[in-house]
């Protein structure tokens, strides 16, 4: 179904105030509207990364209400784009745990899709320790959502190691997968996890990240990339804020898919 259309990952580097973060968040989205983006993607965690779970639950909305979904809201609406609002933290069912979601709003500022991180990230090396499993509550269900150009497929970060999540989705034509990777597993993973999801799925993947040192004092990988399903970078920004843009194109995505077929030669 893919129709050509412009697309944009924003990096940021997210700092312990969720109103600056906001603020940051609608400038860089207005910026790629203004250069012609119809959906734009936020990075995970984009209204505040911080190593205080605390803070976490103390931003966290219910689903449907609350601030940071208004002005996510209006934010699409104004601009009259689709916007992947990266990830923020949602209450549980749990009282004790939130979850990490991505809501998608639509240029009328409906949520459109809503997905809540599948996979955990549990992780031990060196100075970085993250246990994502003791605070957040694992989502269940994959989602996938259509524009009028794509159909697109989501993930969070760490769901990126799990090629089973993607490939059960129902032929995607662009992967959003945002995230704020460590920098050991992101120097050695990253770029290299991106690229296969792209190959093995012959689409296209928007991964936009938050990259540099934070507030509180955690330094993430960036690297925000859009790849194309050949596996080829369209465009990445290292480290900083910034925006990557790219065009999803029908032609190159047949083509790929058609001179090399492996999409049809699935053993299902
Ligand atoms: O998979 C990785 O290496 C990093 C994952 C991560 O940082 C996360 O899911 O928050």
Redesign the pocket.
Same mark, same amino acid.
């Given at each position: 179904m893919l129709a050509d259309v412009k697309v944009s990952a924003i990096q940021m580097v997210s700092g312990e105030d969720p109103e600056q973060n906001l603020a940051r968040a609608e400038y860089w989205v207005t910026e790629a509207a203004s250069q012609g983006a119809q959906i734009i993607a936020l990075p995970?965690y984009f209204p505040m990364l911080n190593r205080d779970e605390r803070a976490k639950f103390a931003l966290a909305e219910h689903f449907g209400s609350g601030m940071m979904q208004d002005r996510l809201a209006q934010l699409a609406q104004k601009l009259g784009i689709w916007l992947v609002a990266g990830s923020l933290p949602l209450k549980g069912k749990q009282a004790d745990k939130v979850t990490n979601t991505s809501l998608v709003f639509d240029p009328s500022g409906a949520v459109a899709a809503r997905y809540d991180k599948i996979h955990l !990230?549990d !992780?031990q090396k060196g100075d970085e320790c =993250?246990q994502?499993s003791a605070s957040i509550e694992a989502g269940q269900q994959p989602v996938c959502f259509d524009t009028p150009w794509a159909r697109v497929g989501l993930g969070?970060? =760490?769901d990126?190691?799990f090629p089973e999540l993607f490939r059960g989705l129902d032929d995607v034509d662009l992967l959003v997968i945002p995230?704020? !990777? $460590?920098v050991p $597993?992101?120097r050695s993973?990253w770029e290299l996890l991106l690229r296969a999801r792209a190959v093995e799925n012959q689409c296209y993947l928007m991964a936009p990240a938050q990259g540099g040192q934070h507030d509180s004092g955690r330094v993430t990988w960036g690297h925000s990339m859009i790849v194309d399903p050949w596996g080829e970078i369209l465009g990445q920004q290292d480290l900083g804020e910034g925006i990557v843009t790219g065009t999803l194109s029908k032609q190159r995505f047949d083509e790929v898919r058609r001179q090399l077929p492996a999409w049809l030669h699935r053993r299902l």
């Amino acid at each position: 179904m893919l129709a050509d259309v412009k697309v944009s990952a924003i990096q940021m580097v997210s700092g312990e105030d969720p109103e600056q973060n906001l603020a940051r968040a609608e400038y860089w989205v207005t910026e790629a509207a203004s250069q012609g983006a119809q959906i734009i993607a936020l990075p995970e965690y984009f209204p505040m990364l911080n190593r205080d779970e605390r803070a976490k639950f103390a931003l966290a909305e219910h689903f449907g209400s609350g601030m940071m979904q208004d002005r996510l809201a209006q934010l699409a609406q104004k601009l009259g784009i689709w916007l992947v609002a990266g990830s923020l933290p949602l209450k549980g069912k749990q009282a004790d745990k939130v979850t990490n979601t991505s809501l998608v709003f639509d240029p009328s500022g409906a949520v459109a899709a809503r997905y809540d991180k599948i996979h955990l !990230f549990d !992780f031990q090396k060196g100075d970085e320790c =993250y246990q994502e499993s003791a605070s957040i509550e694992a989502g269940q269900q994959p989602v996938c959502f259509d524009t009028p150009w794509a159909r697109v497929g989501l993930g969070i970060c =760490y769901d990126l190691r799990f090629p089973e999540l993607f490939r059960g989705l129902d032929d995607v034509d662009l992967l959003v997968i945002p995230a704020a !990777f $460590t920098v050991p $597993t992101g120097r050695s993973h990253w770029e290299l996890l991106l690229r296969a999801r792209a190959v093995e799925n012959q689409c296209y993947l928007m991964a936009p990240a938050q990259g540099g040192q934070h507030d509180s004092g955690r330094v993430t990988w960036g690297h925000s990339m859009i790849v194309d399903p050949w596996g080829e970078i369209l465009g990445q920004q290292d480290l900083g804020e910034g925006i990557v843009t790219g065009t999803l194109s029908k032609q190159r995505f047949d083509e790929v898919r058609r001179q090399l077929p492996a999409w049809l030669h699935r053993r299902l």
